[in-house]
């Protein structure tokens, strides 16, 4: 189990807002919406990316578009079972 150590931050109050909405939303804590936010962001700015979300999704649509067309006419029948079969794989592996 993680220990974790208290530690003050200051932010904007849009952000604070932003960061409480979104707790509030998924029924977890501002503190463990932070933790995950960091947890996602952290490893690119240590390997020297900056952090663009709107690349990101951009890029992830575009694959995920990709993918869909590609497997649709490849193999429809697992087209159709992909979105099942990702929600299982989300819970197995990423505490979804």
Avoid: C, W
Avoid at 15 to 31: C, E, H, K, P, T
Wanted: negative net charge; proline residues 3%; without cysteine.
């Amino acid at each position: 189990m993680k220990t974790f150590r208290d530690v003050g931050v200051s932010l904007a109050q849009d952000q604070f807002a932003r960061i409480d909405a979104l707790a509030s939303g998924l029924g977890m804590s501002r503190s463990a919406i932070i933790r995950q936010l960091i947890d996602v962001g952290l490893p690119f700015v240590e390997a020297g990316h900056g952090v663009n979300v709107t690349r990101l999704i951009a890029i992830i649509e575009s694959t995920q578009a990709a993918t869909d067309r590609l497997l649709t006419l490849a193999d429809p029948e697992f087209a159709e079972r992909l979105p099942a079969l990702t929600i299982e794989r989300l819970k197995a592996y990423h505490d979804a």
